[in-house]
């Protein structure tokens, strides 16, 4: 799974959008939702896909989806991940 894919695919969960919706050149102060509790979910939540630690200076300066795509790429995509994690908890 691409780094883009695994980036839209936790913030679309995490804040409830469409992940279609999401261009990787969307500024992160326009996605819906987007604020500093939600930017340390969202930083938890692509660790936890990567299963590694990513460049958290790196990612805080981060002003777009592709910045965040590119310190995910950076740490390395999970081998066989099919879907990310389920961020939002439910048990569906």
Sequence with gaps: MSADHIVAEVVGQLLDLETDDLAMSTPLADIEGWDS???????????????????????????SLADLS????????????ATPANPAGSTA
């Design 37 to 63: 509790v939600n930017q340390m979910r969202i930083l938890v939540y692509l660790e936890r896909e990567v299963g590694g630690s990513l460049d958290y200076d790196r990612f805080m300066r981060a002003v």
């Design 70 to 81: 590119a310190v995910v790429a950076e740490t390395g995509t999970p081998a066989n991940s």
